[in-house]
């Protein structure tokens, strides 16, 4: 078990790291912020911390649907997990790019098994784009590296 764990270790690593990141912003935005819908500004009609939840998904999509969402994001961190224990050693930018997927599912289903809801407070208020949270951030970030990955120019064979 030492070695499933240690074969895929930055995987661990960025999920956790990022994990912990995501909870600790919700944690300071639920304590600091006294209503839903305070905002402040950190640039002016630019980007605000905005205290809101979200019960749905993405860009609130599937509203209210937080029961089988709780479900979901369980099931895709369990799948990740059993994953990256049974594939073989992934190259780094694999378990980096899983492991922000992982922290991301992780990150918003504590939220929805915790309270019903996610916390979101990312406001960016120039390009009126729906508020999120870091977990949102880090399953972006996650995809993106995957999807590099998945396109980037393979070296010819002679």
Same mark, same amino acid.
């Given at each position: 078990m030492r070695y499933a764990?240690?074969?895929?270790?930055w995987f661990w690593?960025?999920?956790?790291?990022?994990?912990?990141?995501?909870? &600790?912003?919700?944690y300071w935005i639920r304590t600091s912020f006294d209503l839903? #819908?305070?905002?402040? /500004?950190?640039? /002016?009609?630019?980007?605000h $911390?905005?205290?809101?939840?979200?019960?749905?998904? =993405?860009f609130s999509l599937f509203a209210g649907g937080v029961e089988w969402l709780r479900w979901l994001s369980l099931l895709v961190s369990i799948g990740l997990m059993i994953y =990256?224990? &049974?594939s073989p050693r992934w190259i780094l930018l694999e378990?980096? #790019?899983? #492991?922000?997927?992982?922290?991301? =599912?992780?990150?918003? #289903? &504590?939220?929805? $098994?915790?309270?019903?809801?996610?916390?979101? %407070?990312?406001d960016f208020r120039l390009?009126? $784009? /729906?508020? %999120?949270?870091? =977990?949102d951030v880090f399953i972006n970030i996650g995809i993106a590296c995957l999807l590099y990955l998945a396109f980037? /120019?393979?070296p010819v064979q002679p």
């Open positions: 764990l240690l074969k895929n270790r690593m960025t999920a956790l790291t990022a994990l912990v990141l995501d909870q &600790i912003t919700k839903l #819908g305070e905002t402040v /500004p950190i640039v /002016p009609g630019v980007f $911390f905005t205290y809101v939840i979200n019960t749905g998904a =993405a =990256a224990l &049974i378990q980096i #790019g899983f #492991g922000f997927i992982l922290s991301g =599912a992780l990150g918003n #289903g &504590i939220c929805r $098994f915790l309270y019903s809801h996610v916390i979101d %407070f990312l390009i009126n $784009f /729906p508020v %999120f949270n870091l =977990a980037r /120019p393979q």
